[in-house]
Every structure is written in structure tokens, then in C-alpha cells.
């Protein structure tokens, strides 16, 4: 997925891009995480077939890319 198809596809509502904005900085997640969550947040909104990106959508897909930062801190 390109950086437009990102842009055109994984649209967050205010709620959701406050809360990933929030995570990003606790985390210190970068801007490539940034857009891989967007792009997870999409696919797990695809299988609930819903059609707009939740806040529920995008804490799943942060919860995903915390098990994977995890594994490369030790």
C-alpha cells in the first residue's frame, strides 16, 4: 500500500488520531509505525466488516505493534 492509497484508505476519525498521536509518544514509536498501524488498524476494520477505522480497530492494532517492540528490546 502506497503512502496515498494510506492516506485514501486508512482515514482516522479525531478520537482515534488523538489516541494514536498519544501512543506514538509514550511509546516512542516512529513515523514508519505510524503507518503500519494505520495500515493493521484497516485490516482489522475490514474483518469486522465495518467501514470507518474505530478507536476499538486502532487499540487493537496497537496492542499488535507493542507484542512486536517487545521482542526486540532484549
Not at 485514501?8 to 479525531?14: E, G, I, S, V
Amino acid at each position: 500500500m502506497s503512502l496515498s492509497d494510506i492516506d485514501k484508505y486508512c482515514n482516522l476519525q479525531p478520537e482515534g488520531l488523538n489516541l494514536l498521536k498519544t501512543a506514538m509518544e509514550k511509546l516512542s514509536l516512529s513515523a514508519r509505525s505510524f503507518d503500519r498501524i494505520k495500515k493493521v488498524s484497516r485490516t482489522i476494520t475490514d474483518l469486522d466488516n465495518s467501514d470507518t477505522i474505530k478507536t476499538e480497530h486502532l487499540g487493537e492494532a496497537l496492542q499488535y505493534s507493542s507484542l512486536d517492540c517487545e521482542g526486540w528490546e532484549s
